[in-house]
């Protein structure tokens, strides 16, 4: 069975603290890794992964994906209150399937 | 910009009704999804379409139909509307898989339905 699994699933931080959050999987025939963020509606995409060590970046975000030991990390650096939200991590498998984790819930205190 | 639109944001329907949740997209995908989102649980998909008249279970089909008459339009049913559905429910498309620059799914913004 697919399974994506993240971690923590809440933090709770200050602006300006740099977080990282994980995002472990295991399916068979994978092809991607995306994140996502998700306010208080749809989620937006931020990230897809395809190669191992090749790290994505936009802004104060960035992420990095492990082939070998099957996981992604998405870090913020000098977070702001607007990053608050849920990030969802999600695994592509054969057919564009996506096995979605349960997100992590951040919260960015000013 | 990819636009993915559902018909409502919000539901109330009671036990036993017919609901029918309505999904388009305006950006010539060929594959749509339908999923439930709830906490702790994350995004589960339903049923998704690979193209016209095209179905395909999902993780969690089971009281749930789908309907793909245009490739633009893809439409989740719920039969006999009962309490454990009450959910948020996503819509998203993608282009045509067998390339990886082609995952992204683009996401409506979600009907909260609600079954009393």
């Known amino acids: 069975e697919d399974k994506v699994v993240q971690s923590p699933l809440s933090l709770v931080v200050h602006e300006g603290d740099t977080v990282t959050l994980n995002c472990s999987y295991e399916?068979?025939?994978?092809?991607?890794l995306l994140w996502y963020k998700q306010e208080k509606k749809a989620p937006t995409f931020l990230f897809m992964l395809t190669s191992s060590g090749i790290e994505k970046k936009s802004g104060r975000l960035s992420s990095i994906l492990d082939k070998k030991e099957l996981f992604s990390i998405l870090n913020i650096t000098a977070t702001q209150t607007g990053d608050s939200a849920v990030y969802l991590c999600a695994a592509t498998t054969s057919g564009s399937r996506l096995t979605f984790g349960e997100g992590t819930q951040l919260t960015v205190n000013p | 910009d990819v636009k993915v639109t559902q018909s409502s944001r919000y539901l109330v329907k009671r036990t036993g009704e017919k609901v029918f949740l309505e999904c388009v997209q305006d950006?010539?995908?060929?594959?749509m999804f339908w999923y439930r989102q709830d906490p702790g649980l994350g995004l589960r998909l339903i049923y998704f379409?690979?193209?016209?008249?095209?179905?395909e279970k999902g993780d969690i089909p089971e009281g749930y139909s789908v309907s793909r008459e245009k490739k633009e339009r893809f439409s989740l049913i719920l039969e006999s509307a009962s309490t454990n559905q009450t959910s948020m429910y996503l819509c998203a498309s993608s282009s045509r898989g067998g390339d990886r620059g082609t995952d992204t799914q683009y996401f409506g913004p979600g009907t909260r339905l609600t079954v009393l």
């Open positions: 379409s690979y193209d016209v008249k095209m179905k």
């Open positions: 950006m010539d995908h060929e594959n």
């Open positions: 399916v068979t025939n994978f092809r991607s």
